[in-house]
């Protein structure tokens, strides 16, 4: 169980064009979605927190207007880099923590590598 | 904000050999987690832990949540080629957010 999806796991793309992540709790709802990026040899920094049918709590640095973010449901969570440029360029990393049982921690998926030409 | 001190950063050992690894924040935590991340992967949960003092174990591992609230370690007992990897703690205070403070991380490597 607790099961973390993403889409893509890599995308490689022009300079300027926007890139959609997906993010899917397989096996529970989630109510909470969480958006991390994390560089080379780095810990994960969290970019935004993410709400079933509300709007994202974004981290402080972090442009809204973006990383777009929509949690239209209990189980999907999509992100939207908008007009990427290279330095954009990094692995985004999704999280679910369940709404309910006993083990209701965040759950990771594996990870989207975006390379940003 | 906050911070969450991990060491050390980097282990090299044998196969078979035992290895530890902390972490101690700044600030009181109810909850402490241990992550496993293996290369282009994202991180995997290994133990949570939600008392101050409690001790919990998942086979070779074993974790504490330190009594004064601001630290944790981790044990990897008789280490295998599997276990090489990037191990992260991470933590959450007593603000009610849900969010997740990490530390540094450290990387294992496990001669055969």
């Known amino acids: 169980g607790a099961v973390v999806s993403q889409h893509p796991s890599w995308v490689i793309c022009k300079s300027g064009t926007s890139v959609k992540i997906e993010c899917r709790s397989l096996?529970?709802?989630?109510?909470?979605m969480f958006w991390y990026r994390q560089f080379p040899k780095q810990s994960l920094m969290l970019m935004a927190t993410?709400?079933?049918?509300?709007?994202?709590?974004?981290e402080q640095g972090v442009e809204k207007d973006k990383f777009l973010i929509n949690h239209a449901s209990l189980t999907l969570s999509t992100l939207t880099v908008t007009s990427a440029h290279p330095e954009d360029s990094s692995f985004y990393i999704c999280?679910?923590?369940?709404?309910?049982?006993?083990?209701?921690?965040?759950?990771f998926g594996p990870g989207t590598r975006l390379t940003v030409l | 904000g906050q911070q969450l001190n991990q060491s050390p950063q980097s282990m090299f050992i044998q196969e078979g050999e035992d290895v530890s690894m902390n972490c101690t924040s700044s600030?009181?935590?109810?909850?402490w987690l241990w992550y496993k991340q293996d290369p282009g992967e994202g991180p995997v949960l290994l133990i949570a832990?939600?008392?101050?003092?409690e001790l919990t174990s998942n086979g070779r591992l074993t974790a504490q949540f330190g009594i004064t609230r601001k630290d944790s370690f981790l044990n990897i007992s008789a280490s295998i080629p599997s276990d090489v990897g990037i191990y992260f703690c991470?933590?959450?205070?007593?603000?009610?957010?849900?969010?997740?403070?990490f530390g540094k991380g450290m990387k294992l490597t496990v001669n055969p």
């Open positions: 999280s679910a923590r369940q709404t309910s049982g006993s083990n209701n921690e965040q759950f």
């Open positions: 096996d529970f709802q989630a109510t909470t």
């Open positions: 993410s709400n079933e049918g509300s709007k994202a709590t974004y």
């Open positions: 600030s009181i935590f109810n909850t």
């Open positions: 832990l939600y008392k101050a003092g």
């Open positions: 991470a933590g959450r205070d007593q603000g009610g957010s849900e969010k997740l403070v």
